[in-house]
């Protein structure tokens, strides 16, 4: 392992303290029924796996919510977004949340074939669960977001599930939701740095190397309605966010941008409607994002 990645693991380790604390602060919501640690891929690697949310007393089928969650393609589980898809679940959703391999075990191409890998079997099982498979929105949160994204114009082009080998899972979505979603790996300076090397050492010479970027994958797709959240505080994903959202608009994809200023005289931090799912603010984004996913199903 290189020296850079040895840090960057180390960073992680500090973040992972401070998300424990939050995770241990917040409460989980009761009435919900757990399906637990289901194998995607069944080769026995633990981040192979999803748990599934929903309303104990559900009756019929429910709209569906699959989240990806985030941690800069280095860190992080299902744990991770646990509390963020109960409270999802409790609303009325079946929700499907899953882990994926973790840079540098892999890159972002081997993550991109575990979600895809997982919308297949997700695909194949739904009738197992209260799930109206009409009624499928996905979510993801930074890193995470990046892979909702990708994945998304992965259900659509062929072209693309070509260069990124992965198979075709089948899915339709209804929606898309995306949390401060990273939307270019080839920015320069230091976050440029980092997000390239995610992509493996030898990224240019790849076959995506000319698709590291939304802008350069968004004209092979035609993307679901889409709702994008940011927040003032949002130093990692505010001005990517924006940009993603004025260009998929920019295509005619139906778009809504929840951009919070501060809340409460507070600048609101990075994916806050993930880590805080229950705070004020939290439940804003949420609710209006559940609402946008609602007028689709409607239609």
């Known amino acids: 392992m290189s020296l850079f990645m040895g840090l960057c693991q180390l960073f992680w380790k500090s973040v992972e303290k401070s998300d424990a604390k939050n995770i241990a602060s917040q409460s989980e919501p009761e009435g919900i029924r757990r399906i637990c640690d289901t194998p995607y891929i069944d080769d026995g690697n633990p981040l192979h796996l999803f748990d599934v949310y929903y309303p104990e007393n559900a009756d019929g089928k429910l709209p569906v919510i699959i989240d990806i969650h985030g941690g800069g393609w280095m ?3 299902k744990e ?3 509390i963020y898809c109960l409270n999802l679940a409790k609303r009325g959703y079946t929700v499907f949340n899953l882990s994926y391999r973790l840079v540098p075990e892999v890159t972002v191409y081997e993550q991109l074939r575990d979600v895809m890998s997982a919308l297949d079997y997700i695909s194949l099982h739904l009738e197992e669960y209260p799930c109206d498979s009409n009624s499928i929105m996905l979510t993801g949160d930074s890193a995470g977001g990046m892979l909702a994204s990708y994945c998304a114009a992965l259900l659509e082009s062929e072209k693309l599930r070509d260069v990124f080998k992965t198979a075709d899972p089948g899915i339709k979505l209804k929606t898309l939701l995306l949390t401060s979603p990273v939307a270019s790996a080839k920015k320069k300076g230091v976050i440029g740095f980092y997000t390239k090397k995610m992509w493996g050492k030898n990224y240019k010479n790849e076959a995506g190397y000319n698709y590291m970027n939304f802008d350069e994958i968004a004209p092979l797709a035609v993307f ?7 927040s003032s505080g ?4 505010l001005k990517q966010t924006v940009e993603q959202a004025e260009l998929l608009r920019n295509k005619g994809t139906e778009t809504l941008l929840l951009n919070y200023p501060k809340y409460d005289g507070v600048d609101l931090p990075h994916v806050f409607s993930v880590l805080a799912s229950e705070s004020k603010a939290g439940i804003d984004a949420i609710e209006k994002a559940l609402g946008f996913f609602e007028k ?3 239609r």
Not at 224 to 230: Q, R, S
Not at 234 to 237: A, I, K, S, V, Y
């Open 296 to 298: 689709h199903i409607e």
């Open 80 to 82: 991770l977004n646990k």
């Open 224 to 230: 679901p309605p889409t709702c994008l959240i940011t």
């Open 75 to 77: 860190y992080g589980t």
């Open 234 to 237: 949002d130093t990692l994903g």
